[in-house]
């Protein structure tokens, strides 16, 4: 019997072997009618360790054995046939065989392993020092102290998400909630970091106040300052009580010279009392906001704060619930507000007449930006008096927003209004229809402006058309009622405001939709380089239970024509509008 061993003793010689030819025949057991090779070996499947014997003539295997088989041992074990005993000893020498190579090959498997676990510490060793490495040579640690504080200011966000704004500056500071936040985490990354937070009064100057606060915190943030401007923001619940020597409002009260924004949110029974005690002049004071829950005119008639801040030009006074219908106005042109000097404008806590708009308007000459609610619950009356106003003129308006109860005093309210540098136009109806078109092209006709946002709550009327070739350069369209076939396809082809970034409209039928589709998709094709400022696409479709079928088909390929190249810039909604 030949094992594995014996079998290379046999061939070994034969290597050497310097004579003729030497012809070897090799007989396997047989099994099952087949002869197996022994030990497993098959020389004519073997044809590598056959070259290596270049004596050897031939080799045979026996005549019985057909040519080509393939002779192995996979049929072992895999029935319950007893094996004579001559062939289970062969399958012993091979099994003992096979567990070496198994014992082999784990250990060549530990070895690997034991391998790969110090390539992979060595790898997260390098990894480290290049981050170390990195750090020493990174550019903000050559900045100088002056630009890495700007970077901290235009990087900050507040608890909700705020950021830094170019108008406003850097976001609010939550003193309730912040102590956690920046800019307390910049000043434990390093010694320097912390040097410039702690020096650097951006960081610090824009206050919100959610009441109760720890004193201390507020002592902190203000000692950062370097005495100079700041901004507070003073919040308390509607039932919150405080009482007049409150330290906090005391340390408040003393700060009074160096705020420039002011936003109390409260009672109006509280701010009467904070305002009574505002010592001195507010110098710095430009920017000034109410957000109340109840009359707070009777308040600022009584308060001397207007007449003692000579830079104030923005003043805003904002309802807790803006979608409760706010209270009649006291004539706020009545109050002594500086108008002259303010720039910039809100007054929707309270609703007003269109004669009340037009006299505050008139007063403030050098408005810029503008919100009102308009109603005629003040004055029920509305007719000749409002037609006998002259026109005014407002030469450095250049946003104007307003609410209005009805379409008439929408109309009422805009008709004498002169606005040659209006770009931000947005109007809203509580009723069903907005301004007609005619009245919004009479109103840019007439100023001459060029409009670049225009969001209306639309009109079922002809004369949409007219309005949109009348603002050419508009970058943001919205309106809230459907347009017509026409309109649809002009604007989906760029013939109407081709320069608009953002479109946002409804329209009435799956009908209208696929005819806008098909304009946008063919436009796209054939002149795509028109629609590289196209960034967004709001549509709202009205139609039939029956239809929607319909519908998915046009949305899918609103959703194709997005992911395509010429269109994957645009982002494009398309939903089914209740």
């Known amino acids: 019997m030949l094992d594995r061993v014996s079998l290379d003793v046999i061939f070994e010689p034969l290597q050497v072997f310097k004579g003729g030819p030497i012809e070897i025949f090799l007989r396997g057991r047989k099994m099952g009618g087949t002869y197996l090779p022994l030990l497993g070996y098959s020389l004519r499947q073997s044809p590598t360790f056959l070259e290596s014997l270049t004596n050897v ?108 704004n170019e108008n406003r500056g850097p976001p609010f500071l939550h003193l309730r909630t912040s102590a956690g936040s920046l800019p307390w985490t910049l000043g434990h990354v390093c010694s320097r970091w912390r040097q410039i937070v702690l020096h650097e009064p951006c960081l610090w100057n ?20 370097s005495e100079g401007p700041i901004s507070i923001r003073f919040i308390t619940g509607p039932h919150t009580t405080i009482s007049d020597n409150d330290p906090l409002l005391a340390l408040i009260l003393s700060c009074t010279e160096r705020i420039t924004e002011l936003y109390l949110s409260s009672t109006s029974f509280w701010i009467r009392r904070f305002l009574a005690q505002v010592p001195g002049h507010p110098l710095a004071l430009k920017s000034l906001e109410f957000h109340v829950e109840s009359d707070i005119f ?20 904002l309802r807790g619930q803006i979608s409760v219908p706010p209270p009649p106005a006291s004539f706020p042109g009545n109050l002594s507000i500086p108008w002259s000097q303010i720039t910039h404008l809100n007054l929707t806590f309270t609703t007003m007449s269109p004669v009340s708009a037009h006299e505050v308007l008139r007063k403030s000459a050098n408005l810029q930006e503008c919100h009102f609610w308009i109603d005629d619950v003040a004055h029920p009356t509305i007719g000749s008096s409002i037609l006998a106003v002259g026109s005014i003129v407002l030469p450095h308006l250049h946003s104007l927003q307003f609410d209005a109860e009805t379409t008439l005093l929408s109309s009422e309210f805009i008709r004498p209004l002169t606005l040659p540098s209006l770009k931000v136009f947005e109007e809203w109806n509580v009723e069903t229809d907005g301004l007609p078109y005619s009245q919004i092209s009479s109103l840019i006709h007439r100023s001459q402006c060029n409009m670049i946002d225009l969001a209306i709550t639309g009109y079922a009327e002809e004369g949409i058309q007219m309005l949109l070739e009348a603002i050419p350069l508009v970058k943001n369209f919205s309106c809230n009622v459907s347009l017509p076939t026409a309109v649809v396809e002009k604007m989906a ?16 039928g799956v009908n209208v939709l696929e005819t806008f589709v098909n304009a946008l998709e063919d436009g796209l094709f054939k002149e795509p380089q028109k629609y590289t400022g196209l960034e967004r696409i709001t549509l709202g479709v009205t139609m039939e239970d029956d239809a929607y079928n319909a519908f998915l088909v046009q949305q899918a390929r609103c959703e194709e024509m997005t992911t395509a190249p010429r269109g994957s810039h645009l982002f494009l909604d398309v939903y089914r509008r209740a």
Not at 502 to 508: D, I, S
């Open 57 to 164: 003539s031939a080799v045979r295997t026996p005549p019985s054995q057909p040519a080509g088989v393939k002779m192995d041992f996979e049929l072992a074990g895999t029935d319950n046939n007893l094996l004579p005993e001559f062939e289970r000893r062969l399958i012993r020498n091979l099994l003992m065989s096979v567990e070496q190579e198994l014992d082999s090959t784990d250990a060549q498997i530990e070895r690997t392993r034991a391998i790969l676990g110090d390539l992979i510490e060595g790898r997260a060793r390098k990894a480290a020092q290049i981050a170390r490495l990195r750090v020493a040579v990174a550019p903000q640690q050559t900045l100088p102290p002056e630009l890495l504080a700007k970077i901290f200011i235009h990087c900050m966000e507040n608890d909700d998400g705020e950021e830094y």
């Open 206 to 225: 824009r206050i919100a106040i959610l009441y109760p606060i720890a004193l201390p915190m507020l002592q902190e943030a203000l000692s950062r300052t």
């Open 493 to 508: 082809n760029r013939c109407l405001i081709p320069h608009a970034k953002m479109l946002e409209f409804y329209v009435n």
């Open 298 to 317: 009777q308040v600022l008639e009584a308060s001397p704060i207007f007449k003692a801040a000579p830079n104030l030009c923005r003043l805003s006074i």
